[in-house]
């Protein structure tokens, strides 16, 4: 049942401004610049919508502050695994985890049967 829903979810994988780079609120204008096109984009691409766009943040490098300032939910963090880490052997810094829902019912969504 999980997987048949998670072409619903896509993962923001990487998003880094430069440290010299100082422009206030450049961050959030970029971030909710994205999120409002990226479901009709993905339609358009796809050809479905999305409904939950997900990111994790390296606890010990980011604050995660411009995911915050944005209106991301921070809903946890992660064990330290990677997701290519079959046998339990591999450990990896762990990653706190934001979402940011696209659509208001998105937990009825990615719960319903297809």
Request: with cysteine; charged share 20%; net charge positive.
């Amino acid at each position: 049942m999980r997987q048949v829903n998670l072409k619903l979810m896509t993962n923001n994988t990487r998003f880094l401004i430069l440290p010299w780079v100082v422009v206030p609120n450049l961050a959030s204008f970029i971030l909710g610049a994205c999120l409002r096109r990226l479901s009709d984009d993905w339609q358009y691409r796809y050809g479905h919508n999305l409904v939950l766009v997900e990111t994790f943040v390296d606890r010990s490098r980011f604050a995660g502050t411009c995911y915050l300032s944005a209106n991301w939910i921070k809903i946890g963090n992660t064990c330290g695994r990677s997701r290519q880490d079959r046998y339990k052997r591999l450990t990896v810094p762990v990653k706190d985890l934001y979402i940011y829902p696209l659509a208001e019912d998105f937990r009825y969504q990615l719960c319903a049967r297809v």
